[in-house]
């Protein structure tokens, strides 16, 4: 059974970069059949996606956020990471990693986030 | 990017009472819905993909329907572990967009 656990700083500082790590645990990162993603939820307020990585390196993300978001992954470590630069007091929130895994629906499919992290607060904050 | 407007943003209702939740996209979407149930401190989980299929060990007094671009989320007896934010989200194109969220509360 896949498992995703999201680590890192729980505090950055205002114009610096945050970077989180997603480890998967049960399943690989080279998997062709789901993206990697990270979204996050800002406190008392709704989700947000923020990008994925395929396997094949091919990363999409989130054009509010895609000047300053890099995901990457390391295949060796079997995880992947997430890195947003300039973070300010509006990049405070909880960050989840989650598997886009593609579901069959009879003749058609649908992917869906069906593995999530247990989440991790990143404070930006002097 | 896809809008999803979702409704209400809360509502309370008295146990076994049949719940209603209404998600509608900005644009077509085809069946590529799905709805997620976050509890306080829980990251969220999946309840239904493709707007109407049920993921595995979800109750089935959960289901989804889809009308065009208009989506909903039925509990068909509200039990006291249904207290929650429910969340529709779109898997049609990125950016992967959510509602806006609807607490659910017993009365």
């Known amino acids: 059974q896949v498992q995703l656990q999201e680590s890192g700083p729980g505090l950055v500082k205002p114009s610096e970069t945050l970077s989180l790590t997603c480890t998967v645990s049960?399943?690989?990162?080279?998997?062709?059949?789901?993206?990697w993603t990270w979204i996050r939820q800002p406190p008392g307020k709704g989700l947000e996606w923020i990008g994925y990585?395929?396997?094949?390196?091919?990363?999409d993300y989130n054009p509010s956020l895609k000047s300053r978001v890099t995901i990457s992954q390391d295949t060796s470590k079997n995880n992947f990471s997430l890195k947003l630069s300039s973070v300010t007091a509006a990049d405070t929130a909880v960050y989840y990693c989650?598997?886009?895994?593609?579901?069959?629906?009879?003749?058609?499919?649908?992917?869906?986030?069906?593995?999530w992290g247990p989440g991790t607060v990143v404070t930006v904050s002097s | 990017d896809i809008q999803m407007t979702q409704s209400p943003s809360s509502l309370s209702a008295s146990l076994g009472d049949r719940v209603t939740i209404t998600c509608r996209a900005s644009?077509?979407?085809?069946?590529?819905l799905n709805w997620y149930q976050e509890k306080p401190g829980k990251a969220p989980k999946l309840l239904i993909y493709?707007?109407?299929t049920l993921q595995s060990g979800v109750p089935s007094r959960f289901s989804g329907t889809e009308s065009g671009t208009d989506f909903t989320l039925t509990i068909s007896s509200l039990q006291p572990e249904d207290v929650a934010t429910y969340y529709c989200?779109?898997?049609?194109?990125?950016?992967?967009?959510f509602g806006q969220g609807t607490k659910v509360e017993i009365k």
């Open positions: 493709a707007a109407s």
């Open positions: 990585i395929y396997y094949s390196g091919r990363t």
């Open positions: 989650a598997r886009d895994l593609v579901l069959p629906t009879g003749t058609t499919f649908c992917y869906a986030f069906d593995i």
């Open positions: 049960g399943g690989s990162v080279s998997s062709n059949t789901n993206y």
């Open positions: 989200q779109q898997s049609h194109s990125t950016p992967r967009t």
């Open positions: 644009q077509t979407i085809s069946s590529h």
